[in-house]
């Protein structure tokens, strides 16, 4: 079945490091990728998504590139705040159905 | 404001006791699904549905029930809850694999 493994956390940075949080993926066909970020008390929010192979995704300084070659979806960030502290998850969603897949999430911590 | 609501927000129950958590989406998405998170190991599905009518199994359907009647509702019945059932749930909704989720609030269910 599909997967999705995320770099194992939490992830502790000071403010303006440079992020990377790896995730790859096991799918068949051609599913769509996204990262939600969850702040503490509250649900998931799209942070970016793409579509189809090379496709990069990217919102608020973050981004991730679609590789089908490796089935990676990479979240970077050049500088990160005290503000996006946060849980980070990578998904799928596999093609013409609602099947979704998360990966276990990655806990960052962004310290002044 | 285009949102998903869920209901109730924290549920404190026994062993056994039938509970129903309520879904609504006021966006006309196609696609709504329920998950559950627990510490370690991220979301998991426990069912989707792709129109009204038709739902399906996720990746953890044991224990409970689902039914979509209209297109903006989406319940998740527990017929007899146990322990193992305490965790965090969130509805979500979206109008196509490719598209983004919109997720809910989330309840949060312990099970006595």
């Known amino acids: 079945g599909d997967s999705v493994t995320q770099m194992e956390g939490p992830v502790t940075l000071s403010e303006e490091a440079f992020l990377t949080i790896n995730c790859t993926y096991t799918?068949?066909?051609?599913?769509?990728l996204f990262w939600y970020v969850q702040y503490p008390g509250e649900g998931l929010q799209l942070l970016l998504k793409a579509t189809k192979a090379d496709d990069k995704g990217s919102n608020k300084g973050f981004e991730a590139t679609y590789r089908k070659e490796t089935t990676s979806f990479h979240l970077e960030k050049g500088s990160v705040q005290v503000s996006d502290s946060a849980v980070y998850f990578c998904?799928?969603?596999?093609?013409?159905?609602?099947?979704?897949?998360f990966g276990d999430g990655t806990t960052l911590t962004v310290k002044p | 404001e285009a949102q998903v609501t869920q209901n109730p927000r924290y549920l404190i129950t026994v062993t056994g006791k039938k509970l129903t958590v309520t879904c609504s989406q006021n966006m006309n998405h196609e696609y709504m699904s329920w998950y559950r998170q627990d510490p370690g190991l991220g979301l998991r599905q426990i069912y989707y549905s792709m129109n009204v009518e038709v739902t399906d199994k996720g990746d953890v359907p044991e224990g409970y029930k689902v039914s979509r009647k209209e297109k903006r509702n989406f319940p998740l019945i527990l017929e007899s809850p146990s322990p193992n059932q305490t965790s965090l749930y969130f509805c979500?909704?979206?109008?196509?694999?490719?598209?983004?989720?919109?997720f809910g609030p989330g309840t949060r269910l312990t099970v006595l």
């Open positions: 979500a909704s979206n109008q196509g694999n490719t598209d983004t989720q919109y």
């Open positions: 998904a799928l969603n596999r093609t013409n159905a609602g099947k979704s897949t």
């Open positions: 799918a068949t066909g051609y599913p769509s």
